[in-house]
């Protein structure tokens, strides 16, 4: 099981606010897509994260091939 204290944290990456969330893109490079861990997203490593890595990475790559 886990041990209190030690829970693994992602956190830093490119801000939310420089990236369109309905495609994913650079609002400071067109053509430059982002997803999962390069976000700034905080979270405990697992579940979220992962939802989130897929997420995003499935919604950049579909942006990225129709833009």
Known sequence: GNIPGEEFVTAGGISLNEVDSKTMES?????LYFAGEILDIDA?????????AWCTGRLAGKSAVTS
């Open 44 to 52: 405990f490593t697992g579940g979220f994260n992962l939802q989130a």
């Open 27 to 31: 609002k400071k490079c067109p053509g």
